[in-house]
T-cell receptor
Framework: SQTIHQWPATLVQPVGSPLSLECTVE??????LYWYRQAAGRGLQLLFY??????ISSEVPQNLSASRPQDRQFILSSKKLLLSDSGFYLC???????????FGPGTRLTVL | SQELEQSPQSLIVQEGKNLTINCTSS?????LYWYKQKYGEGLIFLMM?????EEKSHEKITAKLDEKKQQSSLHITASQPSHAGIYLC??????????FGTGTRLKVLA
């Protein structure tokens, strides 16, 4: 069966510090991978998606970036965090276009 | 751009009662997904609807997609405390792009 992992589970970082969140999927090959942010009182916002190694599409201009160095690994990064980057970050995968997504447990990021 | 509106935003029911959550799209839906989220956790996939008039059930949860494919409803029969959480509807809004409603918070009183 497929599983998706995210770490760390929680993170408290000062403004201006770098960020690296990791997501890995097990039990499937060539998944489509997604990064979402969920802010309090707001829905899920799609940040990035990837259909293959090295292929990243950005949905929202911001100081975040994503990379996919391996087939089942997806990384969300920032060089300098802003207060507005605080939120709950979710990684997800899907097998095909227009199919259901499966989500990881999430990372709670607080920028102080 | 397409938007999903959920109603109600929050719901408190007594254990054993039935309830319905609605999800309305501003455009025709080509796939509607229902998820459940507990606070601070990831989303759990419940079911997917694609065809107008389609209805699916999982345990005591039933979801329907109306014929015009612009609205879906999620119905819980004989609610239990384990049903508590946030229910979100999602839809494909383009190639590899998904949008979500803002969620309905359900609390079930024992």
């Amino acid at each position: 069966s497929q599983t998706i992992h995210q770490w760390p589970a929680t993170l408290v970082q000062p403004v201006g510090s770098p960020l690296s969140l990791e997501c890995t999927v097990e039990g499937t090959s060539n998944p489509n991978l997604y990064w979402y942010r969920q802010a309090a009182g707001r829905g899920l916002q799609l940040l990035f998606y990837s259909v293959g190694i090295g292929q990243i599409s950005s949905e929202v201009p911001q100081n975040l970036s994503a990379s996919r160095p391996q087939d089942r690994q997806f990384i969300l990064s920032s060089k300098k965090l802003l207060l507005s980057d605080s939120g709950f970050y979710l990684c997800a995968w899907s097998l095909l276009e227009f199919t259901e997504q499966f989500f990881g447990p999430g990372t709670r990021l607080t920028v102080l | 751009s397409q938007e999903l509106e959920q109603s109600p935003q929050s719901l408190i029911v007594q254990e054993g009662k039935n309830l319905t959550i609605n999800c309305t799209s501003s455009k025709t839906l080509y796939g509607l997904y229902w998820y459940k989220q507990k606070y601070g956790e990831g989303l759990i996939f419940l079911m997917m609807l694609q065809k107008g008039g389609e209805e699916k059930s999982h345990e005591k949860i039933t979801a329907k997609l109306d014929e015009k494919k612009q609205q879906s409803s999620l119905h819980i029969t004989a609610s239990q405390p384990s049903h508590a959480g946030i229910y979100l509807c999602g839809a494909a809004s383009g190639t590899y792009k998904y949008i979500f409603g803002t969620g309905t918070r359900l609390k079930v009183l024992a």
